[in-house]
C-alpha cells in the first residue's frame, strides 16, 4: 500500500493547476458533473439553510457553491491539491464567500483536526484516491453531525481492471498517486457500525452514489 504521504504528494502533482482550470472553465458552462449533480439531487431534501459542510477532496468547489448558494452558513474545501484549493479559493473570493469559505491543504485524515464539525460531510470521487477506505470513512463518520454524501466506483472485476490500466499508466509518470477500487460490502459495513443509515442510493455507471444519516440514540 502506497503510504499516505506519497499518496498526498502524487495527487498534488496529478491533480494540479492545469486540470483545474480545464474543470473550472467546464464548470462555468456547463454547471457540476454528471455524478456531482446527483449528490446534490439527494442533499436537495434536506435543510441546508444555516448548516456546515466540509467538502473533502472537493476539487473546483461544484459541490462547495451549490451548498453555499442554498444559504449554507459555512464550507470548508480540505484538498491534497494546491491547484484545486487555489481555484476554489479563487471563486469564493469572486462571488464574496470569503467569510463563509475556509481552505484546508494535506490529508484530511490528519488535517481534519484543524476544522470543526460539520453537519454534512461530502466525499465526491475520493474514497477511490485514498489507500485505507476504513479510515477516511471512519473519520468522516465521527466528524459530521448528521449526513455523508459519497461518490465511490463499483467494485467487481471490470472496474479492478481499468484501475489496473490507470494505475499503470499514473506510474510511467512516475506518480505516486494511485486509484482503488474498494470492496462496496465492506464501505457499507463501515457506514454501519458508524451508526449511520443509508438514506439515498444511485447508480450513474461506474459511481455508487450514496448519502449516509447519523442515527440517533
Ligand atoms: C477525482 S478528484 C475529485 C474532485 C471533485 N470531488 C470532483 O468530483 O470533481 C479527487 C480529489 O480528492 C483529493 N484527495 C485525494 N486524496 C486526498 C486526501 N487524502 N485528503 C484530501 N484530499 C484528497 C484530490 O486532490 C482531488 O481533489
Avoid at 472553465?25 to 454547471?31: C, N
Avoid at 453555499?68 to 462571488?95: F, M, P, R, V, W
Avoid at 464501505?187 to 444511485?202: D, W
Wanted: aromatic share 12%; proline share 3%.
Amino acid at each position: 500500500m502506497t503510504s499516505i504521504q506519497d499518496h498526498c504528494c502524487g495527487a498534488d502533482v496529478f491533480f494540479d493547476k492545469k486540470t483545474a482550470k480545464k474543470q473550472y472553465r467546464q464548470y462555468l458552462k456547463k454547471g457540476p458533473s454528471r455524478v456531482t449533480a446527483k449528490i446534490i439531487r439527494q442533499l436537495t431534501n434536506n435543510t441546508i439553510e444555516g448548516k456546515s459542510l466540509i467538502d473533502v477532496g472537493g476539487g473546483i468547489g461544484a459541490l462547495q457553491w451549490w451548498f453555499l448558494q442554498q444559504g449554507g452558513s459555512q464550507s470548508t474545501a480540505i484538498d491534497a491539491s494546491s491547484g484545486y484549493l487555489q481555484q476554489a479559493e479563487e471563486h469564493a473570493i469572486k462571488n464574496a464567500w470569503g467569510e463563509k469559505t475556509n481552505f484546508v491543504l494535506g490529508d484530511y485524515t490528519v488535517v481534519h483536526t484543524q476544522v470543526d464539525r460539520p453537519d454534512y460531510i461530502t466525499l465526491d470521487k475520493v474514497v477511490c484516491c485514498y489507500p485505507d477506505y476504513k479510515q477516511i470513512i471512519e473519520v468522516s463518520c465521527k466528524k459530521a453531525k448528521t449526513h455523508i454524501a459519497l461518490s465511490y466506483p463499483i467494485d467487481g472485476i471490470i472496474s479492478k481492471i481499468v484501475s489496473w490500466f490507470g494505475a499503470l499508466l499514473i506510474k510511467f509518470k512516475s506518480n505516486s498517486f494511485r486509484p482503488y477500487v474498494h470492496p462496496v460490502n465492506k464501505i457499507r459495513e463501515v457506514f454501519h457500525e458508524q451508526g449511520y443509515e443509508r438514506v439515498s442510493h444511485t447508480l450513474a455507471f461506474p459511481w455508487h452514489i450514496e448519502t449516509y444519516r447519523r442515527m440517533k440514540g
